[in-house]
């Protein structure tokens, strides 16, 4: 059963750094990946809109990567469980982009089979 572990954990590695690619892309204003909501209430903001989404986006990346352990952090301690990996897989797929998303849920599932 400790492979589903080493699985889940390169899918989450990987769906981390989609998600900190796709921020990226929307803060340099290419667009990147479609994320699975528009938010169109943030259209107030005008030319804002994609650096907000970009930096909610590298920051849900980043608290993937930290909770698998590749990214140490003393300030957030996330523990690599199912339940995490759950939650932050939903923020991928709502705020930064649905591969990364999708394979984030992949992982939280592959942990609750564990």
């Known amino acids: 059963m400790s492979n589903l572990k080493g699985i ?3 899918l989450a590695i990987i ?3 989609l998600c900190i690619i796709a921020g990226v892309f929307k803060i340099i ?3 990147g ?3 699975f909501f ?3 209430f943030l259209s107030f903001l005008g030319g ?3 650096i907000v989404l970009g930096i909610i986006a590298i920051v849900i990346g980043l608290l993937i990567l930290i909770s698998s352990g590749v990214v140490g952090s003393k300030k ?3 523990g690599f469980n199912g339940v995490v990996l759950l939650i932050l897989g939903i923020l991928a797929l ?3 982009d649905q591969l990364g998303g999708i394979l984030t849920i992949v992982a939280a599932v592959l942990m609750f089979l564990k």
Request: no cysteine.
């Open 8 to 10: 889940a954990k390169i």
């Open 38 to 40: 528009e938010l169109s």
């Open 33 to 35: 990946i479609p994320s």
């Open 48 to 50: 804002l809109e994609g």
């Open 94 to 96: 709502m705020f930064a």
């Open 76 to 78: 957030a301690k996330l």
């Open 15 to 17: 769906g981390g750094i």
């Open 29 to 31: 204003g290419g667009g």
